[in-house]
Structures are given as C-alpha cells and as structure tokens.
C-alpha cells in the first residue's frame, strides 16, 4: 500500500499557510515598517500599537511572525505573546496571561497580564482582533491600551475595524499607526511559490507551468497567497493519487474545484454577520443596483436575523470590503456627460455562485 507512493515532497510543511519562511519575498517596506516600529523594544521604550490590515492571503500573519522572530534574537527581556483573538475579552486574556479559563475572574487575568508585563516590555499579537471586537473585546483593550509596558499589534482582514470599537475610552486609549498590506500580484506569487517549491519537493517532480499556473490563479482570487499554496498542494495530492511522479497542468486544473470549495468555505466564515447577510443580499439581487440590495439587505436583517438596518454609508463601506475580499464586483457605468455614474454589484465572476450560496447559507 504505502511503497507504492510515489515521493514527490522532500516536506509538505513548508506549503502550509502556518509555515514562516527564513527569508520574507516582496515585502520588504511591510517587513520595515513593522520592525522599525517593534525595535524600539531593543532601545528600552514600549513601541507605539500597531493595525496590521489587508485582504485574506496577503501576508499579514506571516511577516508579523516573521518580524517578531527576528526581534527574539536581539532581545531576551522582551515578553511577546502571539495569539489569534477568537473569544470573548475573558477567553483571549487568559490566553494572553497564560492562566486557566476557570476561577479567576476578569480582572484577577487582566492583573495576571499586568505581571507578566512587569517583567519587561511587552508586545501581544492579536491576530484576527476583529473577531474578538465583533464580541465584548473593548473591555480588554480598555485595559491593555493602558497599560505603559504593552504593545498592541492588531491583525484583520476589516479595512474598517476601528469602526467596531464602541467604547470611547478606548478609542481615546487606543491610537494604533496603521500598516496596510495589498493584494499580491501573479508575479509576486510565483515568487513566493518558487521558494517554498525548492524545500517543499524533490527535484524534477513538477512540470514548468505548474508554479506560473497556481500563481495566476490565486491572483485572480485577489491575490491569496494561501489559495496558491493550497492549490499547490492539492495538486501534487491528485497526481499522488494517481500514482505519477509528475505534478503536470492537468492536476492543477482538476485541484481547483477542491480548492474552490475550501477556499470559498474559508472566504465565507472570515466574515461577520452583516456581511453574510450582504453578500447574501448581492447574490439574490436582479438588478445589482444600491438601493436594491439595501432594501434587500435591510429586509434581511431585520425580518430573518434580527439585526440592524444600514445606513447607505455603512452599506458602501461593506461593499468595498466584500469587493477588497474578492467576492463580489462593483461597476460603474457613466450616465453621460455632467450626469454622473451608475454602479452595480455583482458576485465575483471567478467565484462558483452556487458554491458561494450553499456556503452563505450554512455559515449562517
């Protein structure tokens, strides 16, 4: 059974979206701005809070991870805690304080971080900061923000997630400067793919236009840099499966429809609520136009989930989110000369939309 395998990975680890390379492709001003800001650590002060926002793929995770391992080898009086902020304030501050999630109240694990923080300087990673916002996480920002030994350093996907924070307490404590990270082009992903393929398989075993194909493919999906390395992967699986020694184009092409639909599931639970139900809203929309898919979106939330109306403001910011994820497409057609524009949202037309619907609605 298992001697038939052909042997094409010398370590698959290396295409996981979890795997933090040596050496960072093409994101050298990213990698500078952050480390500029973390090295202050390494002349005694506490580095001022960081936002690190871009769309899904685009080398948040990675280059923070990365930068911080750097920042370790200078330093060894530093406290730096990584951890992704999917609970309640109380569940991701104990992740933080390293305490047990019973019996200790909120402020006995707000005290706990306090010590550990007394230490030396202190810089927490809060990878994904908006899901623990969209909950009751002001409460431990109100506390963290305070604190003159911690670093806050905030990763999300959400252009917009400064908007979550309700509290004016902790807006007026918590002024982060802002990193932004764009979409990666084909070229930067064939790039990136070309220096894990080296680690990640032995030699000969893919064929010249597998790399340029999974590169072009994950730019179409705004640049995922994690949909080209699952496509990668998957594709090397199916000529595993077919026990050849070669991954070829073929393989690729066939990996896209299981790529797609983990892509597509992943892309789906990322989102909040609100823009679920939008998204749901552009996708069973005839026309596309604003105020139908407001109507639609308000009828939605209101009736089905028991949520809140938008304003048309609110509604343009979350389009452009959803259009920032590579989800849906918005065009703009003049309506001549002095007389403005029209625009339309539509579903993103590299995107199975019935796929897209089944996920929405499990999600949901």
């Known amino acids: 059974m298992f001697e038939k395998r052909p042997k094409l990975f010398k370590n698959r680890d290396v295409l996981s979206p979890l795997f933090v390379p040596d050496t960072l492709q093409d994101r050298k001003e990213e990698v500078g701005a952050i480390s500029q800001y973390l090295g202050y650590i390494l002349d005694g002060a506490t580095p001022p809070h960081l936002l690190i926002v871009g769309p899904p793929g685009s080398g948040k995770t990675v280059t923070t991870k990365y930068v911080i391992n750097e920042l370790e080898k200078h330093t060894s009086d530093a406290v730096i805690e990584y951890i992704v902020a999917d609970g309640t304030a109380y569940q991701v501050a104990t992740s933080i304080a390293r305490a047990p999630r019973r019996g200790l109240g909120f402020l006995n694990i707000v005290e706990k971080i306090r010590e550990r923080a007394s230490e030396g300087k202190m810089i927490i990673v809060m990878d994904e900061i908006d899901k623990t916002l969209s909950r009751d996480g002001d409460k431990l920002l109100y506390h963290l923000s305070r604190e003159p030994n911690v670093c806050i350093v905030g990763l999300s996907n959400k252009l917009t997630v400064m908007d979550m924070i309700g509290d004016s307490g902790v807006i007026s404590s918590f002024k982060p400067r802002r990193i932004s990270f764009a979409p990666y082009s084909a070229p930067q992903l064939e790039e990136i793919l070309n220096y894990r393929v080296e ?166």
């Not at 066939?254 to 992943?266: G, K, S």
């Not at 938008?310 to 590579?326: A, C, K, P, V």
């Open 199 to 364: 680690m990640a398989f032995n030699d000969g075993v893919l064929e010249d236009d597998v790399v340029p194909l999974c590169a072009a493919l994950a730019a179409q999906r705004n640049g995922d840099a994690r949909y080209a390395l699952d496509l990668l992967s998957f594709a090397a699986d199916i000529a595993i499966r077919q026990l050849k020694g070669v991954v070829s184009e073929s393989d690729v092409r066939m990996a896209t429809d299981e790529v797609e639909v983990e892509f597509i599931r992943r892309s789906i639970e990322q989102l909040r609520d609100n823009q679920k139900i939008l998204l749901y809203a552009v996708m069973t929309s005839q026309g596309g136009t604003p105020t139908e898919i407001y109507r639609k979106y308000n009828k939605m939330a209101e009736e089905q989930f028991g949520g809140n109306a938008l304003t048309q403001r609110r509604l343009s910011q979350l389009l452009r989110e959803l259009e920032l994820y590579g989800l849906v497409e918005i065009e703009v057609v003049g309506r001549g000369r002095g007389r403005g524009v029209n625009w339309h949202v539509v579903p993103s037309s590299s995107i199975d939309p019935d796929l897209m619907l089944e996920a929405i609605r499990r999600s949901l």
